[in-house]
């Protein structure tokens, strides 16, 4: 079925989606623009948000496996 809804995918999702948000929120709050020549903002913004993707990426992949191998089933 087409809206059939895993939970386990539900909940990667959803853990994701906040660890990409508290990643952005901390890169953007690092001195990362130093890295950069001047006036290179979309290189600057494109590096913060491909990063932010790789933290949020390993940290769920992390915490997702950390769930599953706890369960009982």
Not at 9 to 22: E, G, H, P, R, S
Request: aromatic residues 16%.
């Amino acid at each position: 079925m087409i809206l059939d809804i895993n939970v386990y995918n539900l909940a990667y999702t959803i853990v994701f989606l906040v660890f990409f948000f508290i990643s952005y929120l901390v890169i953007i709050q690092t001195r990362l623009e130093n890295l950069f020549k001047q006036g290179k903002i979309i290189h600057i913004r494109v590096a913060q948000i491909l990063l932010a993707i790789i933290f949020a990426y390993l940290l769920t992949q992390g915490i997702m496996s950390l769930v599953k191998s706890t369960q009982f089933a």
